[in-house]
């Protein structure tokens, strides 16, 4: 298991001074990816992740990822499990990422950034969710499933649709193409 440990930015920070859900999921799949690297699977696509977060940190407090690779699925699949805990050891959060590595990958390598990639469809989606702000503050739970590769500069619309109060469904295409679907629950 590998640790590491990120300083809480005022850029990473909301309105309410607590990290955004964006940034934390950036953070996350920073050091999923940075362990890939250096178990030498350069060149992964993120295929799919899951976030639990029960308490986002403030402004200049720390969090501190923890990534255990999970079980391999014919080195094609590759899964990370994370946790999240405070600077004081107290956990605040949970994820499972999913990596793909296909023979393409090999030749061309990722798209963008995958923790870039993430961050650009939550701050959509939470930029067409009503109430967002208030519900970033709750519990959470993010389902995100990524379908086809996006570049740095592809432009692309999102959609959403609420199924009741606490459950969000959202959609990212470009073109015909869906780039991402997502579930967002709260608490």
Known sequence: MKAFEYSIGQDATAVDGRVTVASLCGYILNATHRTMIEEGYGMCLLSRCSFEIDERPKCDETVNIMVDSGLNNIVTILNRNVSLTDSEGNEIGRGKIEWILPKAAQKDGIAENPSRLARRFINKFRAIMPDAESAMGLQLRIDMDFREKA?????????????????????????????????????
Do not use: H, N, P, Y
Request: include cysteine; glycine fraction near 2%.
């Open 151 to 187: 570049s740095e500069r592809q432009d692309f619309s999102v959609a959403f649709k609420k199924i009741c109060d606490s459950r969000f469904f959202f959609l990212a295409r470009s073109g015909s193409d869906t780039l991402c679907r997502a579930m967002l629950q709260t608490a």
